[in-house]
Each structure stands twice: as structure tokens, then as C-alpha cells.
């Protein structure tokens, strides 16, 4: 596990609806690994719930019935996704919601992972604070990210997470003395009440 917020699995979920605790289950995982500020590996993977999914989730995610009923068992991917994540940390733009997801697949196989969760949306409140909501999409244009391809498809939203992180995180380094930014901090700093964040970062 590194200290340094640059290096942990960048994560995203699409799923046949909002909690795992109502029956909801993943239909694709995509992922990709930053090493040192850079893509070092990817992961992407449909998987077959077990059910049809409904035409919202469909029309929302451009995963249709078809797709999924020749991809394989939810089990057999989280299995190899959870190889995947190894050690590192991880990371979603609003990780609460990929964290139940993941928890609650994982724990459906008996694994676990060691990395503790950090949340892009979460630090971007308290740094893009200027910024006109906090969505994904929003914020790649407001940090003039370029992006080409689909939202709401697993691999391109954790591609985007991926570099709105690093534009996070450029943000934050010019703002402290250390010349990387430790994950510790980014755990603080998701706490933090808005008001108190640049004394929290002069600390550093």
C-alpha cells in the first residue's frame, strides 16, 4: 500500500440499480491502476447478475440483456478483480456507492481487500470549490479534462476519475510544502469542514 495518493486502483461500478441491500447487483467493473501519477494496467469486465436487468439500466448504461447474458457470473469476475486490486488503495468519485457494491460482492465470495477507500468527489467539494456541482461530467469539463467516449460505462468513468485525481492532487501539492501528496491526508481532508481546509493544508 503506498503512501502517496498517486499510486491505488482507481474503480467504477455499473450496477442494475442503488443498493446491493435490495437485491442489486454489479453488471460491469472497470478499473485502472495509477503507479507513481501514471496508468500502469486496466481492468474491465461484464458481468451476468443472474437476472434481466430493467430497460432504465439499459438505456442508462448502454449494457443491454444480450450483452450480458454471455458474460460471465458475477463471482468468476469479482474473483479475478479482486487479484486485480492486490494491496493498493482505492479510489471512486463517490466511493460510497462503489464501496457497497464491492464490499457486498466480494463478501458474497468470502474475499476481502486490505486498501482503505478515498472518494474523488469528496476532496473535489472541499477543492473545486467553485465548481457547479460535483458530478463526474461536470467536473471534467470545469478542470477542461479532455474526454472522449462514454459516461456511464465502467472503464471511461475510471478512466476520467483517474485524471480528475491528478488534476486534484496537482491542486493540493501547489497549496503544500511536501512534494507528494500522502494519502493520509487526502483521509483528512475528506473530513474536513470547508472552512478549515487551507489551515489543514498549511500543516503540510
Not at 5 to 31: C, M, Q
Not at 44 to 68: H, K, V, W
Not at 105 to 114: A, C, Q, W
Request: charged residues 25%; aromatic residues 8%; hydrophobic residues 40%.
Amino acid at each position: 500500500m503506498h503512501e502517496n495518493a498517486n499510486s491505488l486502483v482507481v474503480l467504477d461500478f455499473e450496477t442494475t440499480g442503488l443498493s446491493p441491500n435490495n437485491g442489486d447487483r454489479a453488471i460491469e467493473i472497470g478499473a485502472v491502476r495509477l503507479e507513481q501519477g501514471v496508468v500502469t494496467d486496466k481492468f474491465q469486465a461484464l458481468m451476468n447478475p443472474g437476472f434481466r436487468i430493467s430497460s432504465f439500466i439499459e438505456q442508462y448504461t448502454g449494457i443491454n440483456n444480450n450483452m450480458l447474458k454471455s458474460a460471465p457470473p458475477c463471482d468468476s469476475v469479482m474473483a479475478d478483480f479482486c487479484d486485480f486490486i492486490g494491496e493498493d488503495n482505492l479510489l471512486a468519485h463517490n466511493a460510497a456507492f462503489d464501496r457497497k457494491f464491492l464490499d457486498a460482492e466480494l463478501d458474497s465470495i468470502s474475499r476481502t481487500y486490505p486498501g482503505e477507500f478515498l472518494c474523488s468527489l469528496l476532496v473535489s467539494r472541499r477543492i473545486n470549490i467553485h465548481a457547479p456541482n460535483h458530478k463526474l461530467g461536470t467536473l471534467v469539463n470545469y478542470k477542461n479534462i479532455s474526454a472522449e467516449g462514454d459516461f456511464h460505462r465502467a472503464l471511461f468513468d475510471a478512466e476520467m476519475t483517474a485524471k480528475l485525481w491528478l488534476t486534484l492532487l496537482d491542486d493540493i501539492k501547489a497549496q503544500i510544502t511536501l512534494n507528494y501528496v500522502p494519502f493520509d491526508l487526502l483521509k483528512r481532508l475528506s473530513k474536513t469542514a470547508k472552512k478549515d481546509v487551507s489551515a489543514l493544508l498549511s500543516k503540510y
